[in-house]
């Protein structure tokens, strides 16, 4: 079976990506930054399963040599910083390993031997639409019009990836996941920081409740990757990945509030006390993508629709938190 490296293993997406791909029989490498203060426990279930690699994503020669040792068929490139308010404080930091990061796993898969044989298979995001003129679901071919500085760095990577396909044969693909959920162990998102809050009773605040987002499960993006690895039709093609259903995070909330039985006022249009704060006004309104594309070329589909797979997560942090 094909080897595949995946950057971002720690992470909510990465995690259950190599679950699922280990269960599938690849043999797939995890590349991890070396911390003396690394903690690998949220992956433990996994050492035994993969092949650990030591790299910064910042420092080319290191991801170099981690894509050498691996001799990969495929790199799942996810590793990123994600908090979209983080990068208002931090955007040097972002600027570093989104897009920097990105540049040098590209050049060290166009260094291999036999490089086309290889697919860069690339984590980009929703976010990178940012502004646009009319809100409906957002087709592949819109320019790219990013509304922070997370968005700008991986739009940046985004559009280098497709770059180094035309210009240096960069076999690639793209996807543009909307927003999603079903975190285990993380609360600092907007849907598992709503459950958590209301299972304990806790105020619950939403900044911009008129916000619209698309929310998608988590297996239903992990299989997107899948999908990819598995279809020569990928090759070379951006796709977006998303459930097409608008919601508002109003909407989302009082959903959330219903499945709990939360009764407290929400406090809609402010933030919890000492939240890093994203501009009220950079917010884009509207971010919900149309994933027809991806439905025709590789057979893929979203199967949970909002109301299970909210019931999943509250099921899981009730058991979690009781």
């Not at 998102?189 to 809050?197: A, D, K, W």
């Not at 951006?238 to 499945?259: D, H, M, P, Q, Y």
């Amino acid at each position: 079976m094909a080897n595949v490296v995946i950057t971002g293993v720690t992470g909510f997406i990465g995690r259950r990506l190599a679950e699922t791909l280990t269960e599938r029989g690849y043999k797939v490498y995890a590349l991890i930054r070396h911390s003396a203060a690394r903690d690998l426990s949220n992956i433990a279930p996994l050492l035994d399963k993969v092949v650990l690699l030591t790299a910064d994503l910042r420092d080319y020669l290191s991801v170099r040599n981690a894509v050498r040792s691996a001799n990969p068929n495929y790199v799942c490139h996810l590793g990123a910083l994600t908090p979209v308010r983080y990068s208002f404080e931090h955007p040097f930091e972002n600027e570093e390993t989104n897009y920097k990061g990105t540049m040098n796993m590209v050049h060290a898969l166009l260094e291999t031997s036999d490089s086309k044989s290889r697919r860069l298979i690339a984590a980009s995001t929703a976010e990178v639409y940012g502004w646009q003129e009319k809100n409906i679901p957002f087709t592949e071919d819109l320019l790219l019009n990013p509304a922070s500085p997370y968005a700008v760095s991986k739009a940046a990577a985004d559009m280098y990836i497709r770059m180094a396909g035309e210009v240096y044969g960069l076999n690639f693909t793209v996807l543009r996941p909307t927003n999603s959920y079903g975190r285990v162990s993380e609360t600092g998102f907007m849907v598992e920081y709503l459950i958590t809050t209301m299972l304990k009773g806790k105020k619950a605040y939403v900044g911009t409740p008129d916000s619209i987002r698309d929310y998608m499960y988590v297996d239903d993006h992990v299989n997107a990757y899948v999908r990819a690895i598995e279809s020569a039709k990928a090759e070379k093609q951006v796709f977006n990945v998303s459930t097409g259903v608008a919601t508002s995070n109003k909407e989302l909330a009082e959903r959330i509030a219903e499945f709990i039985g939360y009764s407290k006022p929400i406090l809609f249009g402010s933030y919890p006390p000492g939240y890093p704060q994203r501009p009220a006004f950079s917010d884009p309104s509207y971010l919900v993508l149309d994933s027809s594309k991806i439905q025709r070329m590789l057979n893929w589909k979203p199967t949970k629709n909002l109301e299970r797979g909210l019931q999943i997560v509250v099921d899981h942090w009730k058991g979690k938190l009781s």
